[in-house]
């Protein structure tokens, strides 16, 4: 009898990764299981660190929860639509009607759905380095090919002009913004903003614009909308959602918006896309769109958090503090977002497997990181540290790492 066929992954994951969730958090899972406690410093995840949904987003949730049992509209419920409208008009990006917002499971579902109906295989689509990595996944998982731009830490991490115009191809269909940054914790200014729309405007590419920690911003440090410095001949797709802002990440309640009315009659075929694969997931979790109308137009608990005297503001200050008071290790000051993203300077440390690093770091002192090479930085010389934990519990987290670092070579 002939030995039965293994049953593989697709080739359509050969270039997929998202190291977040990766091989060094398989390792932690481990050493829970066996009784040891590990500070997850991994993912932006409010909940576990003690930020919690605001209490009227909570109560609407369960009131309407009668109402929510059935499929809505593909494209949301037209009171959350409504409310994601205004919200665009606060934030002065002309021409967003309630046609032209899809409501979604989190911003990484439209994220996704967004490059699935835009690419064909071998387009490229012009991804910042660092990024998000679930960006570099969706164009790969889509048949695209992400190119990176670099950023420029002695900038403040902001995205290299000139690299972006050596890269841009005839293969090139859109470049992606993710401001405030993650993992950088950068908020570009709005000249920078403009220099790239015009890039794009030269190029005639679709502009994606990740703005989901818009409203975590420090330092009176102001963020404005891609959107709304385009002009109407762009198409820019806006992403947001409530899980970072109302620290609602479980709901799973993301949108995406269109705006760039000119651009928009050119992009009908793309739009048709959108519309297919919205429906053929038939609608997004209601019950997490009845949050949305009550978290865009209530109070902005956020602000409590970031101002002075605000725990975020305190976890960001604390954070910037420690890893620069580390022999060999340099951080900008995050002006938004919930990150840092610290150098480890080579000549001191000579790390030359960084994802190693991060597991040598998770065995000695029970913390988990994420190598920097996992948000797609080609050298092994970063970590993205969250800075989601009290200060207290936050600096003893980068003292042991201090300590580790003392001592720690490859």
């Known amino acids: 009898m002939d030995t039965p066929a293994l049953f593989r992954k697709s080739h359509k994951l050969d270039n997929v990764c998202y190291d977040i969730r990766g091989p060094v958090l398989e390792h932690a899972k481990r050493l829970e299981d066996e009784g040891q406690r590990i500070l997850k410093l991994n993912i932006g995840n409010p909940a576990p660190f003690g930020f919690e949904a605001p209490e009227e987003i909570l109560q609407d949730v369960m009131r309407n929860l009668p109402t929510a049992q059935g499929y809505c509209d593909s494209k949301g419920l037209y009171s959350a639509r409504k409310a994601i409208m205004q919200e665009c008009q606060r934030k002065e ?107 794009a405007r030269q190029h005639d590419l679709v502009v994606f614009s990740d703005e989901i920690y818009d409203k975590i911003l420090y330092d009176d440090t102001e963020h404005v909308s891609t959107g709304a410095l385009a002009d109407e001949d762009q198409l820019v797709v806006t992403m947001n959602g409530l899980s970072k802002s109302y620290r609602c990440a479980g709901f799973r309640s993301g949108w995406m918006t269109l705006s760039g009315s000119v651009a928009m009659q050119r992009a009908s075929d793309f739009i048709q896309g959108i519309n297919m694969l919205a429906s053929m997931r038939l609608c997004a979790n209601v019950p997490a769109q009845h949050a949305i109308q009550t978290a865009l137009g209530g109070y902005q608990s956020i602000n409590d958090l970031i101002l002075p005297g605000g725990r975020l503001l305190a ?96």
Request: aromatic share 8%; charged share 20%; glycine share 6%.
């Open 93 to 199: 990006i002309p021409g967003v009607g309630i046609e032209d917002i899809f409501i979604g499971n989190g911003v990484s579902e439209l994220i996704v759905m967004a490059l699935q109906a835009l690419l064909n295989d071998g387009d490229e689509v012009l991804i910042p380095a660092p990024d998000y990595p679930l960006w570099t996944a969706a164009a790969n998982l889509s048949g695209g090919h992400a190119v990176h731009y670099r950023c420029d830490e002695q900038a403040d991490w902001a995205p290299d002009l000139d690299d972006i115009r050596a890269k841009v191809t005839g293969h090139t269909r859109a470049i992606v913004i993710i401001n405030p940054n993650n993992p950088t914790g950068a908020v570009y200014p709005p000249e920078v903003v403009r220099e790239l729309l015009e890039i």
């Open 315 to 410: 976890q960001r200050d604390i954070t910037f503090e420690k890893l620069n008071a580390i022999p060999g290790v340099s951080c900008t000051k995050a002006k938004g977002a919930l990150y840092a993203f610290p150098r480890l300077d080579p000549k001191v440390f000579n790390i030359q497997d960084d994802q190693q690093m991060v597991l040598d770091l998770l065995l000695q002192e029970k913390i988990l990181l994420v190598q920097g090479t996992a948000f797609n930085w080609p050298e092994p010389d970063h970590v993205r540290i969250v800075t989601l934990p009290w200060a207290d519990q936050l600096g003893d987290a980068l003292d042991r790492f201090a300590r580790f670092l003392s001592r720690y070579r490859q």
